[in-house]
């Protein structure tokens, strides 16, 4: 799957899933500051990015994730392999 | 889309009233089960006959796997689950100093253990649909406790916190979690104390009498309707007036 493609589906995913506003969602995005997800949300981001991309993301590595662009780059990263 | 609820434990005493109760509240029921498969069945039957929908959902739902195959299994045949009764229970008393560790570990996993793995499996469906109700079946043994019941009492107590717990974390995404804290019903469970005791027990309980699964699942119902939906993390004791 292309980096864009990645891209496209994840905000798919963030209105769709967590109910962020579109129009809010870039690459630089901070999700709890800029986007205000809580705690749970963020859950239930993982749990977005596990079922719809088939990867694993263990807590210790889901704490890399700060922004939008950085959700992408380890999907990206994790579907490397 | 019919609502679903699997209700575990379903197949006597009071979780086979609540499969029942909700079956007639319009519900579609997964009759959880983990040896008793004639009387799942017999449960499931009886609800179908009644115009009802239903299956029998085999699982030990203290082992992850199996909780997880049977959600998969629930979610393939009715849809997602949006009311949870964790009800399974077994009892295996005896006073503490005669108490094996096997004994209390298998009491405190068949009654506590269960109720994280089902209710986490019950949750994520529930967080995309950002509704849902469960409800935990706690006794009054878990408030007042009770001789010969420390395993027991122990699992019921933790049913409580665990659910005021849970009841903080989801109540943002419109999930409600409460439980339930019968007193002496008259199940199989009770059975096993005998006419004499029976009679002993129900001097005690302010209604004078034992009480009947439906009276318990009568309240599940309750919880599981809209009538319901600002009530949260609260335990309701449904025990004739034992514990005052």
């Known amino acids: 799957m292309e980096r864009a493609e990645i891209e496209s589906k994840l905000n798919e995913l963030l209105v769709e899933e967590l109910g962020l506003d579109a129009e809010k969602i870039t690459p630089d995005a901070r999700f709890e500051e800029d986007l205000e997800v809580d705690s749970l949300g963020v859950v239930e981001l993982l749990m977005a990015l596990e079922d719809n991309f088939g990867v694993q993301i263990p807590d210790e590595e889901a704490e890399s994730i700060g922004t939008v662009s950085q959700a992408v780059d380890l999907v990206v990263a994790k579907l490397a392999g | ?244």
């Open chain 2, 1 to 244: 889309m019919t609502d679903v609820a699997l209700v575990t434990g379903a197949s006597r005493g009071i979780g086979r009233a609540i499969a029942l109760k909700l079956a007639d509240d319009g519900f579609a029921i997964a009759v959880n089960y983990a040896s008793s498969a004639q009387k799942a069945e017999a449960v499931v039957a009886q609800i179908v006959a009644g115009g009802g929908q239903a299956i029998a959902a085999q699982a030990d739902v203290s082992d992850p796997d199996a909780v997880a195959g049977m959600f998969d299994a629930i979610g393939d045949e009715l849809g997602p689950v949006s009311v949870l009764v964790n009800n399974a229970g077994v009892t295996d008393d005896g006073l503490l100093l005669r108490m094996s560790a096997d004994q209390w570990d298998k009491v405190i996993s068949t009654n506590l253990r269960s109720v994280f793995l089902c209710t986490k499996a019950a949750l994520r469906s529930m967080l995309r649909a950002k509704a849902g109700r469960i409800i935990n079946i706690s006794s009054v043994s878990g408030i007042s406790g009770n001789p010969g019941q420390g395993n027991y009492a122990a699992s019921k107590a933790g049913i409580i916190g665990f659910t005021k717990s849970v009841a903080r974390e989801v109540g943002s995404r419109g999930i409600t979690v409460n439980a339930i804290a019968p007193g002496f019903i008259q199940t199989d469970m009770t059975a096993s104390l005998g006419a004499d005791r029976s009679d002993a027990v129900a001097e005690q309980i302010a209604l004078g009498r034992l009480g009947l699964p439906e009276e318990v699942a009568s309240v599940v119902g309750y919880l599981a309707s809209d009538g319901a939906s600002y009530i949260t993390g609260q335990t309701i004791v449904v025990d004739g007036g034992l514990a005052l």
